[in-house]
């Protein structure tokens, strides 16, 4: 029963968020924010293979929760942090060259990349909480039904 647990556990924890997640950034978006400054296709240029990194991430936390090792969520978030970091630190250049006539000029701040950067982060956070709650959510009752069982 236990390896049954464990498989339904992540396979749950994998696919629920794979529906959750895009449901909340849905709804978060529909509010006053950074990403409506700019489109979806813009934001997603940058943070592309969100679906299956977003997958392994809810695999490692919920098993580090299955486990009994929490602490390894820090491992988890650190990598996915790391590894998006030069996303975040400069979305334009990872979403590709920016139209002519968009730079700021010296000093100045290019107004596309402020929005897309905020825009990027904003989905980014809000991405990574909702898969991490989530996840965690579903470790612990599988976790739980370990227990019981």
């Known amino acids: 029963m236990t390896p049954v ?9 994998a696919l629920g968020g794979t529906l959750l997640v895009p449901f909340v950034l849905g709804a978060a978006s529909r509010g006053a924010s950074a990403a409506r400054a700019v489109s979806l296709a813009s934001v997603q240029a940058v943070l592309r293979g969100g679906l299956v990194i977003g997958l392994l991430e809810r695999i490692a936390t919920a098993g580090c929760v299955l486990a009994g090792q929490p602490e390894g969520i820090a491992v988890v978030v650190a ?3 790391l590894g998006r970091y030069p996303e975040l630190r400069d ?27 905020a825009a990027v982060s904003e989905r980014f956070i809000i991405g990574t ?8 959510a579903v470790g612990a009752v599988g976790r739980w039904l370990l227990g019981v069982v």
């Open 5 to 13: 647990i464990v498989v339904a556990t992540l396979a749950l924890a």
């Open 79 to 81: 990598i996915k942090g």
């Open 91 to 117: 979305p334009v250049s990872a979403a590709g060259a920016s139209a002519p006539g968009e730079t700021g000029g010296p000093g100045q701040q290019n107004p596309r990349a402020s929005a897309l950067g």
């Open 129 to 136: 909480l909702t898969s991490l709650i989530w996840a965690v």
